[in-house]
């Protein structure tokens, strides 16, 4: 008899007297071995591959290279807001969005943020990162602390536009959001702060584990329907102005340094 | 009217009533045209038909008879109005052409084809899905329709290369059969003519017809008047149509012409007999019934799981489609085409062309191999193979070239029997062939008198010279009764007035005629024995089944026989007997020199053959032993009744291994124990068989679930040809219905070619299952991205039309590259393929594919993928159940793990450059399956890694193709491809090594083990 650890024996258990039960189990024992093998080797990669990882900046940043704009209160499917002044029901959600979204700015969690110098670049070295506060007051009507209703109830309703945070991203000029109605002049719209001037005292930023409670620069804009005009809907457009390492034209990316987006209002 | 055309031969018939008496050219045939009034033929295409004799009762009828039946006269023939009437009714005299598939037809079998069906599937969801999205919501993006528009395009084009491909193939055989023009029936002006229709004779006249057009034996047969056999093809008194006649002259009544003839009913019912599907098509069909069935299985299962998750049923179509676009090797029966035509075309090189592009593999899988005698195992031509002179027997060289003849040719003996041969021969060398090698001059004359006549001119040089140097004064020319041929001469030497008579013939009547017999030159009066001696290498000759001729000669004294004496051989004014015996010479059709070795070769590669033939049984058996069909130390049961002076009742069957079947014995068998006798015997020989009951044994090799490859020539082969898994037919020697009927074409007519296509067809089979198991990889990396997605959220990994990037563009030359691979080992060693258990796709080749390779395969991709996510900013936690978020249009600030925010273009170019990593890591590891798949036991390093420069070739490519798309085209959007960065190209590196390293060990398992437990799961 030939010793039964030799690998004959073992790759030849249709010699031993159960035949098939044990050609079988053995089948499940080499896929659980095999299986747990290439399990084991997968997440070593996949370990080693996140060894190369730094935990505070992505390795790479090519595929965004300038920030997309972004409108709040969120859009449910499309860009598309639509409200009717005598039912509050009809904006809560928008309401409640922009309250929820404003919760990070408020004048208590700010406490702790750095005043800093308006104007300039801020670029920190580290270990610590401080971020800036960002006064609520300076959107004005949309701020939400005089007009918790963010102008929904009366009227003229707030749209927040906020630049996507990007690591690094060093805006040059004097970068500001510029928003103009579409087509007819059905309305007037007012920008906060005052001519949608980001401040650059906000860049760059560094990053979520870095850069802890980071505030990034909102704009507001207030639409004013005119009281002539018949049609309570206009279509904003919104873009990145005034930086030239900013860009507000793509072809394929709708949202990049633009965004557009339609009020609808009923009576 | 022999010279005409049969279709003008037809018209000229309905025209002239009274054409009967035409004398052809050389007057050697003459025929009564007389119309045939036969009732419509039961045409029963049901192949049980073709298993009974021919239906034909004319030749058992007198005269007078037949008269009545066709209501005609013998002496003035059918009035016109008759003949039009009966032309009207009957049709032109001509066969009616086989009917061909429609182009139309053809080209749409290859659009549903295969799988044709599950694209066209997936393109149909696709426009389905559009259509709802596009009712929900116009402004709906039109990717859906673009997908199905792909995959509609994709199953046109691969449609219209399948089809190409196949016409291309077509086109060979179509080229071939023009050098062969149908009209070469009809030899004008030279010394054959055709019979043009089925005709029973009237009044013969030293009659000879060469029927090898009907059954492929090239044996003039003799014709008369007399109703000899009940067997239509065996009666002497029926001349059939395409048939030449070949000497003498015969005048005879039609009664049948065009598809009734005999030749026109084999010919028809031949295309009545289905055609079997192919072994390889049988296989390719189930290997895609399998990945069909994964395909759609694992396609339902997801939806419902999917649909179960919550996903939208539009969202869940998708999935399916994606699936089934993943599981479907689109490119894979485009690639097995292509291999096999060029395996098709290296066949043609070597003499095998073959019609239809799946015999290539058939012949590969044949077990069995039916073959024809006369000019497939032999030379097809008759040859001196022994001599007998001076008591002894000399052996002739009768290779193809004759060159060495080494007998001793000193004896005095040897002087007179050549001038024998050389003078009594009234056969010629057509002029005009003085560059042309001896053994391929044309001749004028019988098969014996042109062997004897090469034979001489080999050995002595120009016999015409010789010829004119004795001039013939008088000769009798071979006949029946006389069964001798003699001729007067005056001899070479001016001082010898005499005249030399010489004699040849049958030797039992040459001896009777003689008194003396030479030795060493010297004569010597015949005794009792010599007589014997003569009996005994007469008997031995005649037991090699070869033709055995006794030559003899007589010097007329000068002084009865003056130079001025006129011989007259009707009243035969000189002696006949006491003649001078001088040798024996037989001859044999001898078998080509390439036969022995090649059944050899047969045999080891577990190919059984079987010979097949009409001769007689001892030519047959002589012919079987001399090429090794029946080895040299096995015998027949008569074999060892004879060694053991027993009678064949009390041999026990189990000693033979051999066995010789007449076509009588064969009549006798049920088909129980024609199984018997196929399975107890390994060499089997049928002699004296006719054509239908090749059909019949055709059939029983097949229900013993073999392959059967039947070589044939004859019009009446063809249903065999047909009926076989592999028909072959011969280039030279075969008719045209036997070419069409047929699979593959020999265009030497030589046996040994049948083996190089053996092992062709071998070569391929293994190299396809190469190409499927290296295809049917990466399906699964493609397969698993779809499945994660689904469950686990990712942004979808690779994109439905990158998948097809893959399938149709970076593994199309790999996989056609894997058909240059050489044979691992000698693969003309081991046993043909059990055509139901050793399976195309089998299951350790689909498991090893799909569960190990393939699932590394997809492991290493999706590092790939996670290293281009993880690097961008979405670490592999952030991305799981992403996708919702992912995929939604109006989320323009998708947070990544670093608190960067995301527009959904920027997340969509991502997502691509995702695809793009997905794709190169699938292709850098199909580089290593591709080295892997070389082998399937032996190590790469035992096969060579630089050996087949084609898979370099195939490396190439894909790593130019995969360049190009993500480096050339990666700014069309439309490809979703973009400029991956350099290093990602080497993430998947390692897997590859690794599945390298993995796939050795599995054949050194394989190799160490050989029959264990890993060998039976592990090798495909």
Not at chain 1, 122 to 151: H, I, M, N, W
Not at chain 2, 251 to 264: E, L, Q, S
Not at chain 2, 656 to 672: F, I, R, W
């Amino acid at each position: 008899m030939k010793c039964p650890l030799t690998p004959n024996s073992w790759l030849n258990p249709s010699r031993g007297k159960r035949g098939q039960p044990l050609s079988s189990s053995l089948i499940l024992l080499f896929y659980l071995v095999f299986y747990g093998f290439l399990a084991a080797l997968f997440s070593f990669t996949m370990w080693a591959m996140l060894q190369t990882l730094n935990d505070e900046v992505p390795k790479y940043r090519d595929q965004i290279p300038s920030p997309g704009l972004m409108v709040f209160p969120k859009p449910v499917t499309a860009l598309d807001y639509s409200f009717r002044v005598s039912d509050p029901e009809s904006y809560r959600g928008y309401v409640d969005d922009l309250t929820k979204f404003l919760k990070s700015y408020d004048l208590e969690e700010q406490k702790n943020l750095t005043a800093c110098p308006d104007g300039a670049l801020r670029e920190q070295k580290g270990p610590t990162y401080t971020a800036c506060q960002f006064p609520v007051v300076s959107l004005k009507g949309c701020s939400g602390v005089e007009d918790p209703e963010f102008g929904y109830s009366t009227g003229n309703p707030c749209i927040l536009v906020k630049m996507n945070r990007i690591i690094g991203l060093k805006p040059q000029g004097k970068p500001r959001i510029n928003c103009i109605s579409k087509g007819e002049k059905t309305a007037t719209l007012s920008t906060y702060p005052s001519n949608g001037t980001i401040d650059l005292k906000y860049f760059p930023y560094y990053g979520k584990k870095l850069h802890v409670r980071y505030l990034q620069p909102l704009v507001a804009v207030q639409v004013a329907f005119n009281t002539t005009s018949t049609g309570k809907e206009v279509t904003v457009e919104c873009k990145i102005d005034g930086s030239p390492n900013l860009r507000n034209q793509d072809d394929r990316d709708k949202f990049l340094g633009r965004v557009v987006f339609k009020i609808t209002m009923h009576a | 009217m022999a010279q005409k055309t049969p279709e003008i031969y037809s018209v000229e018939l309905s025209g002239t009533e009274d054409v009967g008496k035409t004398d052809t050219g050389d007057g050697k045939e003459k025929y009564r045209g007389l119309k045939d009034k036969r009732l419509e033929l039961k045409k029963n295409h049901q192949k049980e038909e073709l298993k009974k004799e021919v239906d034909l009762e004319d030749h058992k009828l007198s005269i007078k008879e037949l008269e009545r039946k066709y209501g005609t006269n013998i002496v003035t023939g059918l009035s016109s109005t008759q003949a039009a009437e009966l032309l009207a009714r009957n049709g032109p005299n001509a066969l009616t052409p086989p009917k061909e598939t429609p182009e139309i037809v053809k080209f749409l079998k290859q659009m549903v084809g295969g799988f044709s069906i599950l694209l066209w599937i997936g393109a149909i969801l696709c426009w389905i899905a559009y259509g709802i999205q596009y009712f929900n919501d116009k402004s709906s993006s039109l990717d859906s329709v673009y997908l199905g528009c792909v995959l509609a395009l994709v199953v046109i084009l691969t449609g219209i290369f399948a089809y190409y491909q196949e016409a291309k193939s077509t086109n060979i055989m179509a080229s071939f059969s023009k050098m062969i023009p149908q009209q070469a029936l009809v030899i004008r002006d030279s010394e054959k003519k055709t019979i043009p229709a089925d005709i029973r004779l009237l009044s013969t006249q030293g009659c000879k017809v060469d029927n090898s057009s009907l059954t492929g034996e090239s044996e003039p047969q003799s014709r008369s008047c007399e109703f000899t056999h009940d067997n239509p093809l065996e009666t002497k008194n029926i001349g059939f149509y395409s048939t030449t006649c070949l000497e003498g002259t015969a005048t005879g009544m039609v009664i049948n012409t065009g598809d009734r003839t005999i030749i026109g009913q084999i010919a028809s019912l031949a295309s009545g007999v289905g055609h079997e599907k192919t072994p390889i098509a049988i296989e390719i069909e189930h290997f895609v019934h399998i990945v069909a069935g994964v395909a759609v299985s694992i396609g339902i299962l997801f939806f419902i799981i999917a649909v179960s998750m919550k996903y939208y049923v539009l969202d869940s179509i998708i999935f399916l489609i994606g699936i089934i676009v993943a599981n479907v090797p689109e490119g894979l029966l485009a690639t097995v085409t292509v291999t096999l035509s060029l395996t098709a075309k290296r066949m043609a090189k070597k003499n095998c062309l073959v019609k239809n592009l799946e015999a290539v593999e058939t012949l590969g899988s044949t077990s069995i191999i039916c073959s024809d005698k006369t000019g497939t195992l032999t030379q097809n031509r008759m040859t001196v193979a022994h001599l007998w002179f001076d008591n002894q027997i000399f052996v002739a060289d009768t290779s193809e070239d004759h060159s060495n003849q080494v007998f001793d040719q000193s004896s005095g003996t040897w002087a007179s029997l050549s001038k024998i041969i050389t003078l009594c021969n009234r056969a010629e060398f057509r002029p005009g062939q003085e560059s042309v090698p001896i053994m391929k001059k044309v001749v004028v004359g019988d098969a014996s008198e042109t062997a004897l006549l090469k034979f001489s001119e080999v050995i002595l040089g120009d016999v015409m010279e010789i010829r004119k140097r004795n001039r013939k004064v008088a000769e009798i020319p071979f006949n029946s009764t006389n069964k001798f041929q003699l001729s007067i001469h005056e001899t070479d030497d001016p001082s010898d007035k005499r005249f030399l008579m010489v004699m040849k013939g049958a030797p039992e009547r040459v001896l009777e005629k003689c008194s003396t017999i030479m030795v060493n030159g010297q004569e010597q009066p015949l005794d009792d024995s010599t007589a014997e001696a003569f009996h005994t290498a007469y008997m031995e000759l005649g037991g090699l089944g070869e033709r055995v001729l006794g030559f003899c000669h007589l010097y007329l004294p000068a002084d009865k026989f003056p130079e001025t004496y006129s011989f007259d051989v009707d009243t035969v004014n000189f002696p006949t007997s006491n003649l001078c015996f001088v040798g024996l010479l037989s001859m044999i059709d001898p078998p080509r020199s390439t036969v022995p070795d090649a059944v050899t070769k047969c045999r080891s590669a577990g190919i059984k053959v079987i010979m097949v033939t009409g001769d007689h049984p001892i030519t047959a058996k002589a012919i079987a032993k001399s090429v090794g069909i029946i080895s040299a130390n096995s015998e027949t049961v008569e074999d060892i009744a004879k060694r053991l002076n027993i009678p064949v009742e009390q041999v026990s069957k189990r000693d033979a291994k051999a066995a010789v079947v007449t076509g009588m014995e064969l009549k006798d068998m049920s088909p129980e124990q024609l199984d018997e006798l196929l399975t107890d015997y390994s060499e089997i020989v049928f002699a004296r068989t006719s054509p239908q009951q090749k059909l019949i044994i055709v059939e029983g090799c097949q229900r013993q679930d073999a392959v059967v490859a039947v070589t044939g020539d004859g019009v009446n082969d063809s249903p065999a040809l047909k009926k076989a898994d592999i028909g072959i037919a011969m280039g030279i020697a075969g008719s045209d219905a036997a070419k069409n009927a047929a699979d593959m074409v020999l265009l030497d007519d030589n046996f040994a070619s049948i083996v190089t296509g053996v092992e062709e067809g071998r070569l391929i089979f293994d190299n396809l299952k190469k190409t499927i198991a290296y295809t049917l990889t990466k399906n699964i990396a493609e397969l698993c991205p779809f499945l994660i997605y689904i469950i686990a959220g990712l942004p979808l990994p690779i994109g439905t039309i990158t998948i097809l990037f893959i399938d149709l563009g970076t593994d199309i030359i790999p996989s056609i590259a894997l058909a240059y691979e050489k044979a691992e080992s000698d693969i003309m060693n081991r046993k043909p393929r059990h055509k139901k258990k050793d399976r195309l796709v089998n299951a350790p080749l689909a498991i090893y594919s799909y569960l190990h390779i393939g699932l590394m395969q997809a492991l290493g991709a999706f590092v790939v993928y996670f290293t281009v996510y993880a690097q961008e900013g979405f670490r592999p936690s952030a991305l799981i159940n992403l996708r919702v978020e992912w995929e939604k249009d109006s989320v323009n600030d998708l947070e990544d793990s670093y608190g960067q925010e995301w527009t959904q273009y920027q997340r969509k170019y991502l997502e691509w450059t995702g695809y793009t990593a997905f794709f190169v890591g699938i292709m850098i590891q199909q580089i290593a399956d591709l080295i892997i798949r070389k082998t399937r036991r032996n190590s790469i390093f035992q096969q060579g890694l630089f050996r087949n420069k084609v898979i370099w070739v195939g490396i190439a490519s894909q790593i130019i193709i995969a360049l190009i798309l993500s480096y050339g085209l990666g700014s069309v959007s439309a490809l979703n491809f973009t400029m991956l960065r350099p290093q990602y190209w080497f993430v998947a590196v390692p897997h590859a090594i690794l599945i390298w390293v993995y796939d050795e060990v599995r054949k050194l398992f394989i190799r160490l083990y050989p029959g264990s437990w890993w060998d039976k799961n592990m090798y495909y």
